[in-house]
């Protein structure tokens, strides 16, 4: 364990919401990481809340939800935020009028029409496109987004990951696809939902019904994790147990408050 910014134990222990990011945090690959049963188990039996967080789209709620009460983590669907739900709540709250192509997979698809999100079947018939993590994406659903994208549509991506870490990967991600139709029609997206972005933060802490500096962001990326919890005013907590190496602390412009080796160590600590 290592207090970063000094005060910052004393904080953890007026927490009254917790985040945990899910890949190299609760767990890798098909694996839960130390202390993620317990912790959820702790946080449970005091009535803290929690929330698990993923930017990946490519699978919808139910599924992550489903992942983790098989691995004994008892979850339930309100604990669950990946950035397909946030990109509906933003599209709900900002754009509720949107006519959306989106390229998805088929759950992210059944998230959004679940959601309440009007989707257009025919390209030409939307003014915004939105972009996930299509496991499935073909050409011609690429050649679809880009004419609308050049047409001056409203363009959203559920989140900005260059790569998916999987193993055996990493896999190209949404980030991938967007410099593919950067290069095709030299437009960013106006809004990336994902993490490390604020709209993220909103659907997040509208969830948890908690004030943010009340709340404690557990992750494994300086870059994403730790830099949207200290812009959010979050308490940042670092773990070891993903990407981010001891080593990487050194000169980061992202510094944490807190961190630990995994998320037993965490428990440790709050225990
Ligand atoms: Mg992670």
Not at 168 to 196: C, M, N
Not at 206 to 223: C, H, K, S, T
Not at 260 to 270: A, I, T, V
Request: aromatic share 6%; charged share 30%; hydrophobic share 40%.
């Amino acid at each position: 364990m290592r207090e970063v910014i000094p005060g910052s134990l004393k904080r953890l222990s007026s927490v009254r919401a917790f985040a945990l990011d899910l890949d190299g945090t609760t767990w890798l690959g098909d694996r839960l990481l130390p202390g993620a049963r317990a912790l959820k188990g702790l946080l449970d039996a005091r009535g803290i809340p929690v929330v698990f967080v993923t930017n990946n789209s490519s699978r919808g709620r139910d599924d992550y939800v489903k992942r983790l009460n098989r691995l004994g983590v008892a979850t339930h669907p309100r604990e669950v935020l990946t950035s397909g739900e946030a990109t509906i709540a933003f599209l709900r709250r900002h754009r509720p009028d949107a006519r959306v192509f989106l390229v998805g997979t088929p759950s992210l698809v059944r998230e959004f029409r679940d959601g309440g999100v009007s989707l257009a079947d025919d390209p030409s018939g939307a003014d915004t496109v939105v972009l996930g993590f299509d496991t499935g994406l073909t050409y011609r659903k690429m050649r679809d987004l880009c004419d609308l994208v050049r047409r001056g549509a409203f363009f959203v991506a559920t989140h900005p990951d260059i790569v998916c870490p999987v193993p055996g990967g990493p896999w190209p991600d949404v980030g991938a696809f967007l410099a593919l139709v950067e290069a095709a029609t030299g437009r960013r997206p106006d809004e990336v939902i994902g993490k490390p972005g604020p709209r993220m933060v909103e659907a997040l802490c509208e969830r948890l019904g908690e004030p943010r500096d009340r709340i404690a962001f557990v992750g494994d990326r300086l870059y994403t994790d730790v830099r949207m919890a200290r812009a959010a005013g979050m308490l940042a907590v670092l773990v070891l147990s993903g990407e981010a190496r001891e080593d990487d602390l050194a000169g980061t412009e992202h510094p944490p408050h807190l961190v630990f080796r995994d998320l037993d160590e965490l428990r440790q600590r709050l225990a």
